[in-house]
């Protein structure tokens, strides 16, 4: 499983990349799943409303040895509280 999220303030393009990408991977038979790292503001909860589409689940931490790809972001303090350790 490759979990694929943005920044800690998720806005409209960190969330988006990340459900875009996710959904790519996993018609590839790649198994990927968006999360995001914080709560989505009112315009990407909207348009995640109006196509449909459901906001990601919120994760603080994951597993170490987890596979990530990051999106909208490079910088370990802007990331996932243990980047360090996956």
């Known amino acids: 499983m490759k979990y694929i999220f943005g920044h800690t303030k998720p806005d409209t393009d960190s969330i988006l990349s990340a459900i875009l990408y996710s959904n790519f991977l996993n018609s590839k038979n790649v198994e990927s799943k968006a999360i995001k790292l914080g709560e989505v503001n009112n315009e990407t909860k ?14 603080k931490e994951l597993e170490k040895d987890s596979k990530v790809i990051l999106v909208d972001h490079n910088e370990n303090m802007h990331s ?3 980047i360090e350790e996956l």
């Open 80 to 82: 996932i509280n243990n």
């Open 46 to 59: 909207f348009i995640l409303k109006k196509f449909g589409v459901e906001v990601p689940e919120t994760k």
